[in-house]
Every structure is written in structure tokens, then in C-alpha cells.
């Protein structure tokens, strides 16, 4: 097989993507935000428990109350992905607080996240938000736990991504004492 | 702005409501700085000037250099989380905001604060 030289497009949108926290005040296509959803869900999940649960919002009111109390929120957005864990699915069987299934909710908010962007929308996940209150003004029963808001919108200014740390620093071919750059 | 290039002035309500949702932010940002990293505090401040400022030029408030200044404040909220030094860019801000107040009309010269 021969690799192509020119990366794929999904890679462009992969290597693309950065958080975008300002939006423009235009609303979200519905058709396109079926695409986004479908995206999430296909998400790998342990298990396929799915343990999650997501409650999309875009009334003005509402996403006034969910930034007051989201202070990593920030700018408005004309859309809110809040992504739950499903305690009631959760993968193990002791109920304690840490449970595969909050992994699963990070894997489908990255889908949606790579999905925004490939569609020329932007977002950013936010987990500076107050867990309680979010729970009562989305209604979520105590079960659902919000996990990540993800705002989504279209981006307002151009997109730029922080600096990674180095790749020599972070990964390592076949076991951590090899420090053999030959693959970097 | 309107398509004839007239500022379209908020209503009191709508500067109410803006008022009340950035009280209730601070109040947030106060409980959630039990939780989240000490670094996060400045940026937490940091932010909340800019959400004011947004509010003060909604409200009427036209000053070049306090535009400036709050235009400052967004690149660095909305742009790429680098870990360069708050307390240089905070000194320089607060520096700028001196001058920019100093020879402001936004300041009257009447009356006293009220608290
Ligand atoms: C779990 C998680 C929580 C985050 N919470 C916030 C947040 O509350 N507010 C915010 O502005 N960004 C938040 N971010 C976005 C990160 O700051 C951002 O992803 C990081 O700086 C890397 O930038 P990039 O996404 O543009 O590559 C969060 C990211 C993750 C993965």
C-alpha cells in the first residue's frame, strides 16, 4: 500500500482543531447539529454501555443561566452540549466515584468537538462550571452527572492552538526507558 | 451597530440583566476558586474586568483607551492558553489603565464614591 503525502483531510481537521471561546451571535444550522449529535454518540464506549447522556441547548434564557454559573465558559455561544454520566450504566459495580464510563463521556465530547470543526464551527470543552447548579436548571436527574459543557458556535476570531510539548517529551517507542529519538 | 451606523443604545432592563448574570458569575467564580487551581484566580479577575468593561461600552461608556484595553483582555481570554507571566501582563495593564483613567472623562469630578 502507499501512503499517500498529503494528509487526509480528516487528518487537516484533526490537526486543525483548537478551542474556540468566541462565537458569533449566529444560531446553528439544525441539520448540521443533527451531524454534530450523531457524531458524539458514535463514540467508543467501554463495554458499548454508553453510559452517557447529552441535553443540547439553545434557548437564550438557558444558556444565559448555564454561562452565570460556568465561570470557564467564556464567551456566549448559541449552543451548549452538556455531557453526562450516566451513573445508573456505570461500567463498574461498586459504585464508587471514579467509573470508566466519565472516559467514554470525554471520547464522544472529542467527536463532537472534531465534528464542529469539520462542519466550520468551533467549541471548546468546559468543566470550570458548578456541578449542582447546572443539574437544576437542565433538570438532569441525580443520576445524570454534567461532566463536560461543550459550547459550540461559529468562530469569531481565527483559530490558533497553544504550543504542545514537545513530542521527544511526551512519547517513547516500545518502553519508557527508551529514550532512542530514532522514531521522533 | 445598525445599518445606518447608529449605536443602538441597551435598555436599563437589558443592563440589569447583564449586572445581575456578572454578579452571578463572580459569586460562582468565588465558589469555584475552593475547588479549581490558585492559578486560576488572577485569570478568574482578569476576566470579570472584561466582562465589565463589555458591559460599561454596551451601556454608552466610548474611550479609545479603555477599548483598547478590554481588547487586550479578549485576546487573552479567548485566544490560545499560553503559560507566559499574568503578573507582567497584569502590571502593564494596570499601568495602562491608570493612564487611560487619569485623563478620562468617565471619571467626573463630582460628588464622592458611594458605597
Ligand atoms: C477536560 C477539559 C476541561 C476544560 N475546561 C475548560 C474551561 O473550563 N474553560 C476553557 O476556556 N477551556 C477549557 N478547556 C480547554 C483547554 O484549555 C484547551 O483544550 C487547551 O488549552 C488546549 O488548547 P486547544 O484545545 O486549542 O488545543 C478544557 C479542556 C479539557 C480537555
Redesign the pocket.
Known amino acids: 500500500m502507499t501512503l499517500p503525502d498529503q494528509p487526509s483531510d480528516f487528518m487537516r481537521v484533526l490537526l486543525g482543531r483548537?478551542?474556540v471561546?468566541d462565537f458569533t451571535p449566529e444560531a446553528i444550522d439544525p441539520e448540521v447539529l443533527r451531524r454534530l449529535l450523531d457524531a458524539m454518540i458514535a463514540a467508543p464506549s467501554a463495554g458499548n454501555v454508553q453510559a452517557w447522556a447529552f441535553v443540547a441547548v439553545q434557548d437564550p434564557r438557558t444558556l444565559k443561566l448555564l454561562r452565570a454559573f460556568a465561570p470557564?465558559i467564556?464567551q456566549p455561544a448559541p449552543l451548549i452540549v452538556a455531557a453526562c454520566f450516566d451513573r445508573s450504566r456505570a461500567v463498574k459495580d461498586d459504585g464508587e466515584f471514579w467509573d470508566e464510563g466519565l472516559l467514554c463521556v470525554a471520547m464522544a465530547v472529542e467527536n463532537l468537538l472534531l465534528a464542529a470543526h469539520s462542519e466550520g464551527l468551533g467549541g471548546?470543552?468546559?468543566?470550570?462550571f458548578r456541578r449542582d447548579s447546572v443539574q437544576e436548571i437542565l433538570e438532569l436527574p441525580k443520576h445524570l452527572e454534567p461532566i463536560?459543557l461543550a459550547s459550540i458556535g461559529h468562530p469569531a476570531r481565527p483559530l490558533a492552538?497553544?504550543p504542545r510539548r514537545d513530542r521527544s517529551e511526551v512519547i517513547r517507542h516500545e518502553t519508557w526507558g527508551n529514550r532512542d529519538a530514532a522514531h521522533n | 451597530m445598525k445599518p445606518g451606523g447608529t449605536v443602538t443604545q441597551p435598555t436599563t432592563e437589558e443592563v440589569t440583566e447583564e449586572l445581575v448574570l456578572l454578579a452571578t458569575h463572580l459569586l460562582n467564580c468565588a465558589r469555584g476558586l475552593f475547588n479549581e487551581p490558585q492559578a486560576y484566580g488572577p485569570i478568574r479577575c482578569l476576566d470579570a474586568a472584561r466582562r465589565t468593561f463589555i458591559i460599561a461600552e454596551k451601556a454608552g461608556l466610548r474611550d479609545e483607551r479603555l477599548a483598547d484595553i478590554r481588547a487586550r483582555l479578549d485576546d487573552f481570554m479567548c485566544g490560545?492558553?499560553e503559560y507566559h507571566d499574568l503578573s507582567d501582563f497584569l502590571d502593564e495593564l494596570c499601568a495602562a489603565l491608570l493612564t487611560a483613567l487619569k485623563g478620562s472623562d468617565v471619571l467626573s469630578s463630582a460628588g464622592g464614591e458611594r458605597g
Do not use: L
Not at chain 1, 471548546?124 to 470550570?128: L, M, N, Q, R, Y
Open positions: 483548537s478551542a471561546r470557564g467564556i471548546c470543552p468546559v468543566a470550570s463536560i492552538s497553544p | 490560545p492558553m
